[in-house]
């Protein structure tokens, strides 16, 4: 069958369809706002068509045949797939509603995400999110993400990259530490100090910080060593040494006078540091889910880089 003799024939199915659950032609063309004879009309191709009669036709009632019977159950099967069909266009191009599934690093989606996604939920009620909290690189195309947060200088090609906020590492140590253990005025004082490294990778305990074309690298040891922000945090609060923490995990220590940061006049170089992305795939016809899920983290996370 062509397509557009399939396109005829749906037309002609569900005009089959209402005679079938109303009994009457009138009450058919009521519904679809057309004449009874056009009804009637359409009945009679679809018959044509299929070569077989649908309906036992009196003048006090109509009937289905055998193959009626069965055409109504597939054509109301058919009807149904083709309005779910509608219903998942709408909720691609109407009102905001289904699923964003976001991605991000663990220590920026505790301390920047979360409030922000809990004021979205509120606004949005018929938008549910799922957050991969992960520092791993994800695949936003194979691993299903809509959304991809990411800690980079360089963003892939191939996706759409809004930049939400710059993120440094700082050095820090305790005020009662720094009282009790010699200077630290350079980079190189460092490796007379206890350090609390990362150690997710060998590199970590090199430490590399840049001032104008200078660059500085050495390599630091100390007697803790974590992978999670908070936890090095509370390891610089109790005393235990020299450590790094993103500044957005360090504002309120360095706020209320817990931590001291150290060499400010350095550039603490790390692949843990860099601007904040806002990563997706580029189309005309982005999900209203997911613009305005965007759009929302863009207006609170990015204020000031929208107003540059």
Same mark, same amino acid.
């Given at each position: 069958m062509r397509t557009d003799n399939f396109l005829e024939v749906m037309h002609e199915l569900v005009a089959f369809v209402r005679v079938a659950e109303t009994g009457s032609f009138s009450d058919a063309a009521r519904q679809q706002g057309v004449t009874p004879s056009a009804i009637s009309r359409q009945v009679a191709r679809l018959e044509k068509t299929m070569g077989v009669s649908l309906l036992q036709r009196t003048t006090r009632q109509l009937r289905l045949t055998d193959a009626g019977l069965e055409v109504l159950a597939h054509?109301?099967?058919?009807? $149904?797939?083709?309005?779910?069909? #509608?219903? =998942?266009?709408?909720?691609?191009?109407?009102?905001?509603? @289904?699923?964003?599934? /976001?991605?991000?690093?663990?220590?920026?989606?505790?301390?920047?995400?979360?409030?922000?996604?809990?004021?979205?939920?509120?606004?949005?009620? $018929?938008?549910?999110?799922?957050? #991969?909290? =992960?520092?791993?690189?994800?695949?936003?195309?194979?691993? @299903?993400?809509?959304? /991809?947060?990411?800690?980079?200088?360089?963003?892939?090609?191939?996706?759409?990259?809004?930049?939400?906020?710059?993120?440094r590492q700082l050095v820090l140590a305790s005020p009662a530490y720094i009282r009790a253990h010699a200077p630290l005025r350079t980079p190189e004082d460092l490796m007379g100090h206890s350090c609390l490294v990362i150690g997710e990778q060998e590199r970590d305990s090199r430490w590399r910080f840049v001032r104008g074309q200078e660059s500085v690298a050495v390599v630091v040891a100390g007697r803790y060593t974590v992978n999670h922000s908070e936890m090095r945090l509370a390891a610089i609060e109790a005393d235990l040494g020299v450590g790094c923490v993103p500044d957005f995990v360090a504002q309120d220590a360095l706020a209320a006078g817990r931590v001291v940061r150290l060499l400010p006049e350095w550039a603490f170089d790390t692949n843990y540091q860099g601007m904040a992305y806002l990563l997706f795939a580029g189309s005309r016809y982005t999900a209203p889910k997911v613009r305005v899920f965007i759009d929302h983290l863009v207006t609170a996370l990015a204020p000031g880089l929208q107003a540059a």
């Open positions: 054509g109301r099967t058919m009807i $149904a797939a083709a309005q779910a069909t #509608l219903q =998942v266009a709408e909720g691609h191009v109407g009102e905001p509603q @289904g699923l964003v599934r /976001v991605s991000a690093p663990k220590a920026f989606a505790r301390h920047m995400l979360q409030p922000v996604l809990l004021g979205f939920l509120q606004q949005h009620p $018929a938008v549910d999110v799922h957050l #991969l909290v =992960v520092d791993r690189p994800v695949d936003p195309l194979r691993e @299903g993400v809509d959304v /991809v947060i990411r800690l980079t200088d360089d963003p892939p090609q191939g996706m759409v990259a809004r930049a939400l906020m710059p993120v």
